[in-house]
């Protein structure tokens, strides 16, 4: 089941006796338990109906011994098993799986880890329970995602601030889901859409030197721009640390390679579908292609492998990452 179907169903009342939510995205894990933690139960009830427990103190035995209780003055218990990753023995929750109580919902948090489908209790799962992978976004789709968070808040983002943000903090959804949440607040009477100069007053996030308006400079050949933004890095490398500034550009170059041989350019929904991208970006990719060609493309992702080769200590002794970008960034123009 999708995260919305099972929101859908716990809205409507539509309950299991097994949620067992797995994968390497936290974020939805956590969402789902909150609400059936928060919304099952009135507060009366929770009581004597609510139990919470932690894998690394909890036995298998003990879960299901405590998932076979009836519920008091309730219709239903809820029994909530945290970091069950580090439960031994998961496999003899089959035991209880294979005719669990309707009036028990039992929750498993088995974060980071899935189960192994060949396996009997995964299929117990599927037929008696509910079974959630929650996967983790990749880079392109996290813009499209904060989108649609803030649509359900009644609040919008410039293109150019969603594509900041989702650099600044990667797709780790809890940190985006915080983050935006300030900016929320933080917004003046009567605005509801969120710029970039709302992310620099409140998160602390330059919008002038960040690795996309680097982006910008070098699509542009912006040499003045390109050098300041490298500078400011060089001084500020804890906020602006090589690795991401090499992976961020090697991701652009790598589109902007796919984007030479993209055989209908007319089409801009089709070049970024095939980009990955949302289409208020395909111009970017437009004025790098014309400026990189496809030999200089490929010469400047050889660099950026090779720079991110010194920078592990290969070939280079001495020099700062700093240094390196300026090298590296002077290659790149030139």
């Given at each position: 089941m999708s995260f919305e179907q099972i929101i859908s169903d716990l809205k409507n009342k539509i309950y299991k006796p097994v949620y067992f939510l797995s994968g390497d995205e936290p974020y939805f894990i956590d969402l789902i338990t909150k609400y059936i933690h928060e919304n099952v139960l009135s507060d009366a009830e929770k009581s004597f109906n609510q139990t919470v427990m932690y894998g690394k103190e909890a036995e298998i035995h003990t879960v299901i011994d405590t998932a076979k209780r009836?519920?008091?003055?309730?219709?239903?218990?809820?029994?909530?098993?945290?970091?069950?990753?580090?439960?031994?023995?998961?496999?003899?929750?089959?035991?209880?799986?294979?005719?669990?109580?309707?009036?028990t919902l039992l929750v498993i948090n088995y974060k980071y880890k899935t189960l192994d489908?060949?396996?009997?209790?995964?299929?117990?799962?599927?037929?008696?329970?509910?079974?959630?992978?929650?996967?983790?976004?990749?880079?392109?789709?996290?813009?499209?995602?904060?989108?649609?968070?803030?649509?359900?808040?009644n609040r919008s983002i410039d293109p150019n601030a969603g594509m900041l943000l989702t650099e600044y903090l990667g797709n780790d959804l809890s940190k985006i889901a915080n983050e935006l949440e300030k900016l929320i607040i933080t917004l003046p009477d009567g605005e509801f859409n969120i710029t970039t100069s709302h992310i620099e007053r409140n998160i602390g996030i330059s919008k002038d030197y960040n690795n996309f308006e680097l982006h910008k400079a070098l699509t542009q050949k912006n040499v003045l721009k390109a050098n300041r933004i490298v500078n400011y890095f060089g001084h500020n490398p804890k906020d602006n640390p090589f690795t991401l500034t090499i992976s961020t550009l090697y991701y652009f170059y790598?589109?902007?390679?796919?984007?030479?041989?993209?055989?209908?350019?007319?089409?801009?929904?089709?070049?970024?579908?095939?980009?990955?991208?949302?289409?208020?970006?395909?111009?970017?990719y437009e004025k790098a292609a014309r400026n990189y060609n496809p030999k200089k493309t490929v010469e400047v992702i050889g660099l950026l492998r090779e720079y991110d080769l010194k920078s592990k200590g290969f070939n280079n002794v001495s020099t700062s990452h700093g240094e390196l970008l300026k090298e590296l960034v002077y290659k790149i123009l030139h």
């Open positions: 009836f519920p008091m003055m309730a219709n239903h218990q809820v029994v909530i098993v945290k970091e069950a990753q580090n439960i031994k023995n998961i496999d003899d929750l089959i035991h209880y799986v294979n005719a669990p109580l309707k009036s489908k060949r396996k009997k209790l995964y299929k117990a799962i599927n037929e008696n329970g509910v079974l959630y992978e929650s996967k983790k976004l990749y880079d392109n789709e996290v813009p499209a995602w904060i989108n649609g968070y803030l649509k359900n808040k790598s589109k902007v390679l796919t984007y030479h041989f993209i055989k209908d350019k007319r089409d801009r929904r089709n070049v970024a579908a095939t980009l990955k991208v949302n289409p208020y970006f395909v111009g970017d």
